[in-house]
């Protein structure tokens, strides 16, 4: 059963604040802001506020989202009485200097496009706008797939040729390409100017892998190594050909899976293996084409592989000299705890450290969607800040919209999304999930730089200096009881803060 809610409690909820703000429905599971072609809400262009004027945006369990107030700092002493006061102060501090943010973003599955495509332009476009327009939450990274994933409606390369084909004669884009992900990714790059893509294949031809299948306990065989790199190659070219270009590459998601026999397309890598990959193939194929620029990022699969095997991949210099980029999933973050990144990080300063996949409802005892699950983008909230202060550069969700079965996926792997569409009803419903994403990727452009923060074992949080020298603070609040704070910043003075329970806040000052 739901319930729209309407008139005054809307108003209510909303914080009374005018403008297009979100029309909540209520489920038994929370709450979701619901878009058609007539209404959506939106999240205008940041406004800068002269001093000593801030901003505040909130959003909570009871159904604020990304809600607006102003404020005026108030002078603040650094005195006895207020340093034994200081139990409740986070004070920040912007010459205390961190790693550089890339960005924030989710994935051009099949699946997103698909879903796109099951509703009419004109609520597609809204989708398109939700996430990558300034009067969205300006995403400005995106995850390509090279060939299908398990979010397809079945397995396929770009060379299903029955017999193998090493010259790779009969390497095409699939219709899927042209019908799910192309025309959506160049919208989204006139959307967002700065939208930078980044490749990862899940799926190699069945006559290049040791069991003949897209799944299950396979590898790309030996033989076939310098033809999957090939492979990559042409998928840039055809892309080009598209006019789209990539910034980054993985070496293949989750190589893992294979390891265990998942039914989740993957190529099996060992460390041996990922080095013979990476050093006589990838790397060199790469770097001697015109694609030299790419990042390569290793690993693309979970922290439990942290530290050790970026150690042994990285223990043969010419290969390290390949990585730029250390690409990090979050399934196994809460039983892996993040020192794993900072291991990385001080032993391999010079290699970054970035988020390349998520989503939740993916175990079993929470598979699918739960509409309006604040606990699900609180989960998110709350892994960006540890991920961000443990020296990610960036975060990128998985697919960007599913329908309301999770869908759709060919193995039957339903999950969760920012973004549901139910095409039946003509409408699509913004997840706290997304709300979440957009308390960073809204405020934190690129070129951003973490700065320093003291932590509270009471509110997680971060913070940046954007390169308009604007001051972004987000604070987490996830306990059952709310907390008053004093926001200082030396050079401008306090900012009293009643953080509720189970809210996010972001707050930007210049």
Known sequence: MTVRVTGFFLLLIAGVSLGQECAPKKYDTGIVCVCNVSYCDELPPLKKLDQPQYQVFTSNQDGLRLHRTNGTFQPYAFNLLNILNSLNTIQINKYERYQTIFGFGGAFTDAFGINLQSVEPALQEKVLSSYFSKSGIEYNVGRVPIGGTDFSTKGYSYDDSDTPDPSLSLFKLADEDYRYKLSYIRRARELNQELKLFASAWIAPKWMKTNHAFSGFGRV??????????????????????????????TGNEPSLSMFGSNIPSNRFTIEEMKRWVGDHLGPTIRQSEYKDLKIMVLDDQRVFLPWFVDAVFSNETIKNYIDIVAVHWYWDDVILPFVLDLVHTKYPEKLLMGTEACVGDRVWEKGVELGSWQRGERYAFSVIQDIQHHFIGWTDWNMALDTKGGPTYINNNVDSPIIINSAAGEFYKQPMYYSLGHFSKFVPRGSVRIGITQKQFISSTAFLRPDQGVVVVLQNRGNFGHNIELVDSERGKISLSLGPHSLTTVVYY
Do not use: L, P, R, S
């Not at 030996?222 to 892309?239: C, L, M, R, S, V």
């Open 221 to 250: 065989k030996d033989e076939y190594y310098q033809t999957w790199a090939n492979y990559h190659k042409k998928f840039f070219d055809e892309y080009k050909k598209e006019n789209i270009t990539f910034w980054g590459v993985t």
